[in-house]
C-alpha cells in the first residue's frame, strides 16, 4: 500500500527553482511529522526539513534559506521549495513520515540540475 507520492522532480537550470510535492493519507498526515531527504548515489541518505502536525518547520542548517517545506491540509500534502538551486542539490528526493520509531519513506523523485 502506498502511503507517500511524491512528484514535481525533474530538470532545472543552475539557479532555478522546483517545488516537490508529497501527497499522504489524512492519516499519516495528521499524525506523522513529515519531511524530505535527499540522496545521492555513493552517499547517505541527507536530512533537509520536517515539518510537525502543528505545522512548524524544521531544517538542516545547511538547507536553510533556499529550501521551504509547507503543508497544504486540505490537500494532505507537504511540499518543498528550492530555490537557487545548485549542480550538488541533484539528488533522488525522499518524503517521509515520522511518529517515534515508525518511518515511512516515498518511492522517491529525481531532480537534476544541469545546464
Known amino acids: 500500500q502506498v502511503q507517500l507520492v511524491e512528484s514535481g522532480g525533474g530538470l532545472v537550470q543552475p539557479g532555478g527553482s522546483l517545488t516537490l510535492s508529497c501527497a499522504a493519507s489524512r492519516r499519516l498526515f495528521s499524525l506523522y511529522a513529515m519531511g524530505w531527504y535527499r540522496q545521492v548515489p555513493g552517499k547517505q541518505r541527507e536530512w533537509i526539513a520536517s515539518?510537525?502536525?502543528?505545522?512548524?518547520?524544521e531544517y538542516a542548517d545547511s538547507m536553510k534559506g533556499r529550501f521551504t517545506i509547507s503543508r497544504d491540509t486540505t490537500k494532505t500534502t507537504v511540499s518543498l521549495q528550492m530555490n537557487s538551486l545548485k549542480s550538488e542539490d541533484t539528488a533522488v528526493y525522499y518524503c517521509?513520515?515520522?511518529?517515534?520509531?515508525?518511518?515511512?519513506w516515498g518511492q522517491g523523485t529525481q531532480v537534476t540540475v544541469s545546464a
Open positions: 515539518i510537525r502536525p502543528s505545522g512548524h518547520p
Open positions: 517521509t513520515a515520522q511518529r517515534g520509531d515508525n518511518n515511512i
